[in-house]
Structures are given as C-alpha cells and as structure tokens.
C-alpha cells in the first residue's frame, strides 16, 4: 500500500492523513469512513474500497439515492425511485406515480401508506380555495423525501442554550401576541422540549408560524395543539442527507471509539463485537498495569 503522498507503505493511512488529504477533522473523517462502510463503499478495515477504480466521491441524485434505500419491499422501492424521478421534492398526483412505477393506481395508493410509514417520503395536500375560504378542491400533493433517519437530540452546551433558542422562535411567530407570561413560559418549555429532541429550529418556525394572519382565540392553547402534532422525533429529508449537511444519529463504540449507527441498541461498531480493537481508547484517569 502507498501513502497518500505515493510513498510506500505497508500501514493503511490513519484518519488524520485522510482527512488532512481532503479538508476534514479526525472526527468528521471518521463520521464519513463509518458512513461509507455503512453504505458498503468501504470494506470493515474503513479502508479499502469495494468497488474497484472509485475516484473522486460520486454526486448522488434523488434516483441514484433512493436505489440504494432499504425499502419495505420492492413494489415500495419501485414507487421511492419512481418518485424520486420528479426530484428531492416536487408535486405529482397518484396516476402520474403509477404511470412512472409502471404499477396499477390502486397499487400506488397502497404502497404511499408504506413509504409514509417508513419514514421516506412525507406528502402535503394543496387544496384550492377561493379568496373567502370557498373550497374548489385540491391540486396534486407536494411530496419530500425523507430519509428515514432522525436527528440527534441535543447534547451538553447547545442542551442547555434550548430555553433561550426556544425564547427566539416564539418571538418569531407572528400569531403569539396578546399572550399573558404564563402563556409564553409554557410555549418556550414546549419548544424547548422539541429542540433537546432534535427538531431544528427552522422547522419548527414553519410548523407554527404557516400563516401570516393568523388569529388564535388562546395562542397558548392552540400553539400547544401544533405541537402535538409533530412527530416525536424529527427525521431528516433526504437531500439533507444524501448531501452529507447533516449527520446521522450515531454513537461512538465502546472500545475503538468509532462513530457508527446503532442499531437495536448495539454498543460496538461491528454489531456485537469491535472491528477494530486495535484502536482501543483508554480513558484518561483509567489506571493501567504492566504485565511482567
């Protein structure tokens, strides 16, 4: 093996070889190698790539990425990929994806309940109404990608500036006024707790701030009901993270101290075992003995 330099070598490179080569810290390399072993780019060693001749990193699509999702099953994966030749995002009616899927309407319909609940795609109704309120019907729904993956909950200092992000959202919602300080305690502890659990706060600005004229009888009252209704959790779209802008949710394993996606609770990097023990971290204060 040769280094990065071309020089020789029999030792693979280190992550801070790899990432000095392309711009990265330690961690961020070891976040991206962990990826794409997880993604099967990269054999266990995070070194050796599986599909010979890789050159520079590959720009993914909407299609090239949903190729690669784990659907449900694969009438489910022939809809993601159908759906993702409209884009990350866009606007398609139920015929229109059974024409592109090569499926029947009825079997479309079925399988959207099954990408929904998979967390890969999210579908917005567009109704048409007239300038009093009149209902004309609706346009085809607006759809996003997701990812299936769900963001992070907050950790250490950004844990504890959640009240005061919170405090800046409500600020923002321009239907919150008349509110006694009661009412905006309450909304900052409710926003705070989205925060801690990983909803950014961009999108929960545009889960509670949809209308411009918006008027709420009890704006406490109602705030809390918008909340309610989001998810738990906040699952990242799919461009977000196909482009690599945000990071899954990961752990680091308990003996190398590689971050990796844990699954069903898994402690180390290779399921139920450490795939690179090697590079066992030992705390700073554990005492270590020689053995004569």
Same mark, same amino acid.
């Given at each position: 093996?040769?280094?990065?330099?071309?020089a020789?070598?029999?030792?693979p490179?280190? $992550?801070?070889?790899?990432?000095?080569?392309?711009?990265?810290?330690?961690?961020?390399?070891?976040?991206?190698?962990?990826?794409?072993f997880?993604?099967?780019?990269?054999?266990?060693?995070?070194?050796?790539?599986?599909?010979?001749?890789?050159?520079?990193?590959?720009?993914?699509?909407?299609? #090239?990425?949903?190729?690669?999702?784990?659907?449900?099953?694969?009438?489910?994966?022939?809809?993601?990929?159908?759906?993702?030749?409209?884009?990350?995002?866009?606007?398609?009616?139920?015929?229109?994806l059974?024409a592109?899927?090569?499926?029947?309407?009825?079997?479309?319909?079925?399988?959207?309940?099954?990408?929904?609940?998979?967390?890969?795609?999210?579908?917005?109704?567009?109704?048409?109404?007239?300038?009093?309120?009149?209902?004309?019907?609706?346009?085809?729904?607006?759809?996003?990608?997701?990812?299936?993956?769900? $963001?992070?909950?907050?950790?250490?200092?950004?844990?504890d500036?959640?009240?005061?992000?919170? $405090?800046?959202?409500? #600020?923002?919602?321009?239907w919150?006024?008349?509110?006694? #300080?009661?009412?905006?305690?309450?909304?900052?502890?409710s926003?705070?707790?989205?925060?801690r659990?990983?909803?950014?706060?961009e999108?929960?600005?545009?889960a509670?701030?949809?209308?411009?004229?918006?008027?709420?009888?009890?704006?406490?009252?109602?705030?809390?009901?918008?909340?309610?209704?989001?998810? $738990?959790?906040y699952?990242?779209?799919?461009?977000?993270?196909?482009?690599? #802008?945000?990071?899954?949710?990961?752990?680091?394993?308990?003996?190398?101290?590689t971050?990796?996606?844990?699954?069903?609770?898994q402690?180390?990097?290779?399921?139920?075992?450490?795939?690179?023990?090697?590079?066992?971290?030992?705390?700073?204060?554990?005492?270590?003995?020689?053995?004569?």
């Amino acid at each position: 093996m040769r280094d990065l330099d071309g020089a020789a070598n029999d030792l693979p490179p280190t $992550a801070e070889a790899i990432g000095a080569a392309v711009g990265l810290k330690k961690r961020a390399t070891q976040n991206h190698l962990a990826h794409l072993f997880a993604t099967g780019r990269v054999d266990a060693d995070r070194r050796t790539p599986i599909t010979a001749g890789i050159g520079q990193p590959v720009l993914f699509g909407p299609q #090239e990425w949903a190729a690669g999702v784990l659907a449900p099953d694969p009438t489910c994966a022939r809809c993601l990929i159908a759906l993702a030749g409209f884009g990350w995002e866009g606007q398609v009616s139920m015929p229109e994806l059974a024409a592109a899927a090569g499926i029947s309407l009825r079997t479309a319909e079925r399988h959207r309940a099954h990408l929904i609940r998979a967390d890969l795609v999210t579908f917005r109704p567009v109704p048409v109404t007239t300038g009093d309120g009149k209902n004309l019907g609706r346009l085809p729904d607006r759809f996003t990608l997701m990812s299936g993956l769900t $963001a992070a909950r907050l950790v250490g200092a950004a844990w504890d500036e959640a009240p005061t992000v919170a $405090a800046g959202v409500i #600020e923002r919602v321009r239907w919150f006024v008349g509110d006694t #300080e009661e009412e905006r305690a309450n909304a900052v502890k409710s926003v705070t707790w989205c925060l801690r659990n990983g909803w950014p706060e961009e999108a929960l600005l545009r889960a509670l701030d949809a209308s411009k004229n918006r008027q709420a009888y009890r704006p406490g009252g109602y705030l809390s009901k918008l909340l309610r209704k989001l998810p $738990a959790e906040y699952v990242v779209p799919a461009r977000l993270a196909a482009t690599g #802008e945000v990071t899954e949710r990961q752990v680091d394993c308990r003996i190398c101290d590689t971050p990796f996606r844990s699954k069903a609770g898994q402690v180390f990097c290779g399921g139920v075992v450490c795939l690179q023990p090697e590079l066992a971290v030992i705390p700073p204060n554990a005492q270590v003995f020689k053995i004569a």
